[in-house]
């Protein structure tokens, strides 16, 4: 089995920062791709930022030059590092992981809540 850990969350004021962190454990030693989505309130879920194993990212441009991803591949953890956060930035956040033969696996999510 795989699990996904997310930690880091919480409320904050608009411009303030979070860091997310989440670690991967289980069967898979190492995940292709590991991220972050988020779902806002009323919204469907949507890419903020995903890294390959060899450092490719993909980035929302809504978080561009605000968040900023990385992984620590030996440990299967991936973080995120969110600053100048602004009030449309509250959502809940979940980690996200692809293993061999593309299989997606996810957190359980965790809540950033950025007030005005």
């Known amino acids: 089995q795989v699990q996904l850990v997310e930690s880091g969350g919480g409320l904050v004021q608009a411009g303030g920062s979070l860091r997310l962190s989440c670690v991967g454990s289980?069967?898979?030693?190492?995940?292709?791709?590991m991220g972050w989505y988020r779902q806002g309130p009323g919204k469907q879920r949507e890419l903020v930022a995903v890294m390959t194993s060899g450092g490719g990212i993909n980035m929302a441009d809504s978080v561009k030059g605000r968040f900023t991803i990385s992984r620590d591949n030996a440990k299967n953890r991936v973080y995120l590092q969110m600053n100048s956060l602004k009030p449309e930035d509250t959502a809940v956040y979940y980690c996200?992981?692809?293993?061999?033969?593309?299989?997606?696996?996810w957190g359980q999510g965790i809540q950033v809540t950025v007030s005005s």
């Open positions: 289980g069967s898979i030693l190492r995940f292709d791709v």
């Open positions: 996200s992981s692809t293993g061999p033969g593309a299989t997606s696996y």
